[in-house]
């Protein structure tokens, strides 16, 4: 029996939503995760200290304390670069979440101008505040594939030259093309990878049939862009980490005419990162994506506590969907079995 012990991993990109979606999934994630960055777009948004200390307590009474919720706030145009530090200074925020306006689920309040915004990232700079990025841009004339790799000319490129030694970490990423301008760069630009986009690509979501299941945003890429993600996240590069982007939607909002965006990984992810990294000839690099390069990003030490993985002959099971009070939520089918089971 092959097993692997790694420090308690971190999820450093999270949606735990509220209510009942809460209530019904949050121990998904706190089962086999120390600390996970928690997204900010509910609706409404999180955009105030005040709003993120009552969403972190919302949290931990669903968790309890052996879970650590790092909150962070939804960017507007109207953020005040005061309370932004103040809520830092307090430490109730971890990071600030920039979605442009209209990018995805409930980014209805994120920005449109950046100009606007220059203020609050000036500060966010100065206190050591990270940038989390949704790097899509929304302009109807940019091809959907495109949007990310245009983000980075037209958005983020010069959001970080006019605002220097402002800490940013591009979400989510799904092509080589962000995989490359992270690697051009210093230290200051990490990016987190999601467990999903290391395993489908744009073909999973459309071959033989519409897969509301593999739809999320960004939208997964052609297959050379997750070879891309498989060799960033296996290679050892500290500024690649895990952050899942588990998001989860009710079946009947996924299972629709127009469907929500979202995969949800929580309850498989660590399963799955063992068998893609084996299968990549990579399980030694495991333990730095998911436990060690986070934590170094965000100059938090690396968790004390452990998690053993053991490897067996036969398939693991795990539910194929969580009920909740909000519905029943589907979990991700990675679409080959898995060998490797969380201990
Ligand atoms: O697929 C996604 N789902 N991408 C996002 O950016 C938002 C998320 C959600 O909140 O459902
Ligand atoms: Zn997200």
Redesign the pocket.
């Known amino acids: 029996m092959q097993t692997l012990t790694l420090p308690r991993p971190d999820d450093w990109h999270l949606?735990l939503r509220d209510g009942a979606m809460l209530t019904g999934i949050a121990a998904e994630t706190a089962r086999h995760f120390a600390r996970a960055i928690i997204?900010p777009?509910l609706v409404p948004p999180v955009v105030t200290g005040a709003e993120a200390q009552a969403y972190r307590d919302r949290i931990l009474a669903v968790t309890g304390s052996g879970f650590t919720p790092l909150m962070t706030l939804y960017l507007t145009e109207a953020t005040d670069p005061a309370d932004v530090v103040a809520a830092h200074r307090a430490g109730i925020i971890t990071a600030v979440k920039l979605y442009p306006a209209g990018a995805?689920?409930?980014s209805a309040s994120g920005v449109r101008d950046f100009d606007r915004v220059r203020g609050v990232l000036e500060a966010m700079a100065q206190a050591g505040i990270p940038l989390l990025t949704?790097g899509e841009v929304t302009d109807p004339e940019i091809d959907i594939f495109d949007r990310e790799a245009v983000f980075i000319d037209r958005v983020l490129d010069p959001i970080r030259r006019t605002t220097p030694g402002l800490r940013v970490v591009m979400e989510h990423i799904t092509t080589s093309d962000a995989v490359a301008y992270v690697q051009s760069q210093p230290d200051d630009l990490g990016a987190t990878i999601t467990t999903h986009h290391l395993v489908i690509n744009r073909n999973h979501i459309l071959v033989g049939g519409i897969k509301p299941h593999y739809y999320?945003?960004p939208v997964a890429k052609r297959e050379t862009h997750r070879q891309a993600l498989l060799a960033a996240a296996t290679s050892g590069d500290a500024r690649f980490f895990l952050g899942t982007?588990s998001?989860p939607?009710a079946d009947d909002a996924k299972e629709s005419a127009c469907g929500?965006?979202?995969c949800f990984t929580a309850t498989n992810t660590m399963s799955i990162l063992a068998q893609v990294f084996e299968a990549a000839g990579a399980l030694d690099k495991l333990e730095g994506f998911s436990s060690r390069n986070g934590p170094a990003f965000y100059r938090l030490p690396v968790n004390d506590a452990t998690l053993t993985l053991e490897k067996s002959d036969t398939p693991v099971s795990y539910p194929s969907k969580i009920d909740t009070g909000a519905g029943p939520v589907t979990v991700f089918d990675p679409g080959f079995p898995l060998y490797w089971r969380v201990l």
């Open positions: 949606h997204m777009n995805t689920t409930n949704h999320c945003l982007d998001a939607h929500c965006a979202g």
